[in-house]
């Protein structure tokens, strides 16, 4: 069964949080990519990736996007879960939509694997979220050719998000990107301890962190629980804030990047 759904879930961002004319996007998103110097460690199967305005978190998201630039070809979907910032979402939705636009074009939603899941829709949720959208120009870079599965949520267990992953896990031609900054609007070096202790807590597959942690921490609880269950490495790639990048270090957000990998 497919979901009929014909609709195109239009960039709410563009313009703001990353450059809303074409040339200028990858123009800046090369130039981000160029600039990463990731740890190479193999092939990663799922990502932690920061999502606030390229100018703040470009540079620490380019960092986890680079390590599957060598593997790009063999990537066919990328499954995208970040939190609803905007609207309180039970569970996990999708946009009830069967592309995701972007600048350069749009990227085609799995709607038949939606509808398998039994995951439903909530357009207005996903609307003028932020959260996945600034990942499709770096994605548009690297897997143009992928499909999406997106889906963002406010309130589910790590256990039931482990395993909402684990069914759409697949092979090595799925990637899957958490969405999620950590702290938010602390002085510089409060924040600074704060994030460094999230890291420690996600390198040690801690599943309690809290939206003070990370705002995305329901996606990435249910990655740690998995995690441990399929017994994953996993690696930090950068720990930065918008005070290490563009921002006064009055009130920071922090990012962080870090990659899963498969046993070899």
């Not at 998000?161 to 990637?175: N, Y």
């Not at 301890?193 to 329901?218: F, K, Q």
Request: aromatic share 6%.
């Amino acid at each position: 069964m497919v979901l009929a759904v014909s609709t195109v879930r239009a960039p709410a961002v563009a313009g703001m949080f990353y450059p809303g004319d074409p040339d200028e996007l990858a123009h800046d998103v090369a130039a981000l990519l160029a600039a990463a110097k990731p740890t190479v460690a193999g092939r990663p199967k799922a990502l932690i990736v920061p999502h606030a305005g390229y100018i703040y978190s470009g540079p620490i998201a380019a960092t986890a996007f680079a390590t599957i630039a060598p593997y790009a070809k063999s990537i066919e979907r990328v499954v995208l879960v970040g939190p609803a910032h905007r609207e309180f979402v039970e569970g996990f939705a999708h946009p009830d939509a069967a592309k995701l636009a972007h600048p350069h074009g749009a990227f085609t939603v799995e709607l038949d694997t939606l509808a398998k899941l039994g995951l439903r829709g909530n357009a207005s949720a996903h609307a003028r979220e932020h959260c996945l959208e600034v990942m499709l120009p770096f994605l548009h870079a690297l897997v143009p050719h992928a499909t999406i599965v997106p889906l963002i949520g406010s309130r589910s267990s790590p256990e039931q998000t482990g395993k909402l992953l684990d069914a759409l896990w697949g092979g090595p031609e799925t990637l899957i990107v958490i969405s999620s900054d950590l702290s938010h609007h602390m002085p510089y070096d409060k924040a600074r301890t704060r994030d460094t202790n999230t890291a420690a807590r996600i390198l040690a597959l801690d599943t309690t962190l809290v939206g003070e942690d990370a705002c995305g921490s329901l996606a990435i609880d249910g990655l740690l629980w998995l995690a441990k269950h399929k017994q994953l490495r996993v690696e930090q790639l950068d720990l930065r804030n918008s005070g290490d990048t563009a921002g006064a270090r009055a009130r920071v957000v922090g990012y962080g990047a870090f990659a899963f990998y498969e046993a070899a």
